[in-house]
């Protein structure tokens, strides 16, 4: 099992900044990647961003540009700086961990998937 907790969110104004943090307890395995997701009220959970361990990064359309993730393996965090934040970015803000089954370098489709307990953001207009 991963644990993960969430920090940073808060209220904020429209084009103001945030930074989100993420700490992983568990550290047996390699996580894979790491990344966050958002779900607003009445709405589905979205990806907003994600790392992998060699560096790649995925961004919502709708973020880019505006947020920016990052990762420290060795302090088992992920990191998202949010600048120019919109009232639409109002959600709860998850926290993922993935852990990738096989061996290194050999591609798999077998993973599990940890969620951290959410955070706050709520952008004022």
């Known amino acids: 099992q991963v644990q993960l907790v969430e920090s940073g969110g808060g209220l904020v104004q429209a084009g103001g900044s945030l930074g989100l943090s993420c700490a992983a307890s568990?550290?047996?395995?390699?996580?894979?990647?790491m990344g966050w997701y958002r779900q607003a009220s009445g709405n589905e959970r979205e990806l907003v961003a994600t790392?992998?361990?060699?560096?790649?990064?995925t961004y919502a359309d709708s973020v880019k540009g505006r947020f920016t993730i990052s990762r420290d393996n060795s302090e088992r965090t992920v990191y998202l700086q949010m600048n120019n934040l919109k009232s639409e970015d109002t959600a709860v803000y998850y926290c993922?961990?993935?852990?990738?089954?096989?061996?290194?370098?050999?591609?798999?489709?077998?993973?599990?998937?940890?969620w951290g307990q959410g955070t706050q953001v709520t952008v004022s207009s």
């Open positions: 993922n961990a993935r852990i990738v089954w096989g061996l290194v370098g050999v591609p798999s489709d077998k993973y599990t998937d940890y």
């Open positions: 568990e550290t047996r395995f390699i996580i894979n990647a």
């Open positions: 790392i992998t361990t060699d560096g790649t990064t």
